[in-house]
């Protein structure tokens, strides 16, 4: 299984970015999937999740502002974030809740930095 985050970047508050992960040795939309986030000094944290029939869940502090989704004929899965935060800043990494246990199942991830 290979989970490839991309799309971060620097954004001023406000702004917004769509993150992409692109999977391969999974069928998405037959998993339950997630995108987690880690803040310098803070531990990483679930963001959102979508379950394989489509339920979706957000952690309290972006709900509103982010929306999970997937494209299954790309077998790609997306976050799309508005109304960035400074507090928002952090490697963003995409994964199964399943794995997400294992230490060694964690991708690269991809940066969003929120400028004031």
């Known amino acids: 299984v290979q989970l490839q985050a991309s799309g971060g970047g620097l954004v001023q508050a406000g702004g917004s970015l769509r993150l992409s992960c692109a999977a391969s040795?999974?069928?998405?939309?037959?998993?339950?999937m997630g995108w987690y986030r880690q803040a310098p000094g803070k531990q990483r944290e679930p963001v959102a999740t979508i379950t394989g029939s489509g339920y979706t869940n957000y952690v309290d502090s972006v709900k509103g502002r982010f929306t999970i989704s997937r494209d299954n004929v790309k077998n790609t899965m997306y976050l799309q974030m508005n109304s960035l935060k400074p507090e928002d800043t952090a490697v963003y990494y995409c994964?199964?809740?399943?794995?997400?246990?294992?230490?060694?199942?964690w991708g690269q991830g991809t940066q969003v930095t929120v400028s004031s």
């Open positions: 994964n199964t809740p399943a794995r997400a246990t294992f230490s060694d199942s």
């Open positions: 040795g999974i069928i998405i939309n037959r998993n339950a």
